[in-house]
């Protein structure tokens, strides 16, 4: 008997959600901003439904990028530190102890 991974099974489990959730929804409204400028009374604010909508799609791959990005530097800065101090302590180990020098009085 073929046993499924963990993995496979996720992605098992994601493919019959999409395609069931494609057979339930009849129609699917990209913009939640939009589709509250068109529910309006009044025929709704396209344009401020517009600007707000091209805002948040323009500003999550930004936010993204320079979260990792703040992330990866940090986690390099937390090594570099850590390799200065391995090699500070190995350093300090290393170097023998010079013999007490006798001063003539």
Known sequence: MYRLRSAQRVLFVFAVA????SMVVDE???CPSCKQAL???KGGNMIAGYFWSILFMMSMPFTLLGGFSGYMYLLVRRARNQANKAAASSASVEQPVDELETVDV
Not at 18 to 21: A, E, H, I, K
Request: net charge negative; glycine share 10%.
């Open 18 to 21: 999409v395609l069931v959730t």
């Open 28 to 30: 699917a409204l990209g």
């Open 39 to 41: 529910a309006d009374s």
